[in-house]
């Protein structure tokens, strides 16, 4: 498991610990730091994590805005509490995160999703998130970490062998 991977997967479930007690903003970090501690005291991604769970809870009121705009067939309340962090955490990365590809966003979101969620988790996460990045795609919304990488003048490879 990749440490970003598992950065994610540590955040997920501070999420969802701190979304399942309904507890106040500031918890979420006292659990991400005991989640850090006890799963993962060497790791080397823990600024990421903490980076992104930062950005969650600064964004949390129009990641579930996009949530509730994206899935309105699903009340963000209905939604199941893995969903509804998983969505959370791909949301934040796909619409706030510009140095994470979009492509990475989804799947990470999905393979998170097909983890710890239940049987349909995968399909609906990819659903919401796929709707969000075509609806950030036909408004222009372009990433810098989407661009394709330029590929080496081959003349300057040749060059520097």
């Known amino acids: 498991m990749s440490n970003r991977h598992l950065a994610r997967s540590l955040v ?6 701190w979304d399942f007690h309904a507890q106040d903003k500031e918890q979420a970090f006292e659990i991400m730091d005991r989640n ?14 903490l980076g992104l769970l ?3 809870m600064e964004h949390k009121v129009e990641i579930d805005g996009a ?12 939604i199941t509490t ?10 934040y990365e796909l619409m706030y995160d510009q140095e994470i590809p979009s492509k990475v966003a989804i799947n990470e979101a999905i393979e998170l999703a097909k983890t710890f969620g239940g049987e349909s988790s995968g399909k609906f996460v ?14 222009g919304v372009a990433k810098a970490a989407d661009k394709p990488k330029e590929s080496p003048d081959p003349a300057q490879v040749k060059s520097n062998e």
């Open 12 to 17: 997920l479930q501070s999420l969802y610990e």
């Open 36 to 49: 850090l501690k006890e799963f993962a005291p060497e790791m080397d991604e823990r600024p990421f994590a």
């Open 126 to 139: 990819n659903g919401v998130l796929g709707a969000v990045f075509r609806d950030q795609t036909a408004k």
């Open 82 to 91: 893995v969903d509804r962090n998983v969505l959370r955490m791909g949301i």
């Open 54 to 56: 930062k950005g969650i």
């Open 67 to 78: 949530i509730g705009h994206f899935a309105p067939d699903w009340p963000i309340e209905r």
